[in-house]
């Protein structure tokens, strides 16, 4: 158990809706990120987040939003879906901000119909 | 661009060595992780390389050579719980982390 959590663990929604995936960290990681993994593929990084600020941004569009908040919690907010978003997304904590070691939650499957 | 290339698929004998090769390209470079991740389950942490040379933990072990923009994953006295898909990770410029496609070893009795 890496003490990071994720909620909801699976999720179905229409294109063109707008969904909030939620994550909570371990206590004292101030670093999260977030990850889209498509099936049989590796994980592919979207944002990071340190100390409540985005420092770091993959090759996703605008309408993939996050928040950081003091207790450790992070949300990845997708807007305008469409079916190629269709994925398991993971949130990662780690203690020190661009940190190597990163401890990954279960994960939720979304699916976009 | 960047990119990370290692083998698809491996496949070895219970109590066997097997050997994962990573080579990456990217702008930036900070560190070389491992990552395993069992069918339905989360990715987790194996190893870490900043430096040059064999990080060895337990039946894993992992090498970098940074010159040649390259790293491995071995794992030693395999076990059938080992079957699973090994990714490399680098974490490059800007707080980013790429993985790789991922690896994917089937243990055989």
């Known amino acids: 158990e890496t003490g990071v959590t994720q909620s909801p663990t699976h999720l179905i929604k229409t294109r063109g809706q707008q969904v909030t995936l939620r994550c909570s960290s371990q206590?004292?990681?101030?670093?999260v990120s977030w990850y889209q993994q498509a099936l049989g593929q590796g994980p592919q990084f979207i944002f990071q987040?340190?100390?409540?600020?985005?420092?770091g941004r993959g090759n996703f569009p605008p309408r993939f939003s996050g928040l950081q908040f003091p207790n450790y919690s992070s949300e990845l907010n997708v807007n305008a879906l469409e079916l190629d978003d269709s994925a398991l997304y993971l949130c990662?904590?780690?203690?020190?901000?661009?940190?190597?070691?990163?401890?990954f939650g279960p994960g939720t499957r979304l699916t976009v119909t | 661009g960047q990119s990370l290339e290692q083998p698809s698929e491996v496949t070895a004998v219970e109590g066997a060595i097997v050997q994962i090769n990573c080579t990456y390209q990217t702008s930036g470079f900070y560190g070389l992780s491992w990552y395993q991740q069992h069918d339905g389950g989360a990715p987790t942490f194996l190893s870490y390389n900043a430096l040059d040379g064999l990080e060895e933990t337990g039946r894993f072990s992992s090498f970098l050579s940074r010159s040649d923009s390259y790293g491995y994953l071995l794992l030693q006295e395999l076990q059938m719980k080992d079957s699973a898909s090994y990714f490399c990770a680098v974490r490059g410029g800007g707080f980013k982390t790429i993985f790789g496609a991922g690896t994917r070893l089937f243990v055989k009795a």
């Open positions: 990662a904590s780690n203690s020190e901000r661009g940190g190597d070691e990163q401890y």
């Open positions: 987040y340190y100390r409540e600020e985005e420092n």
């Open positions: 206590s004292g990681h101030n670093t």
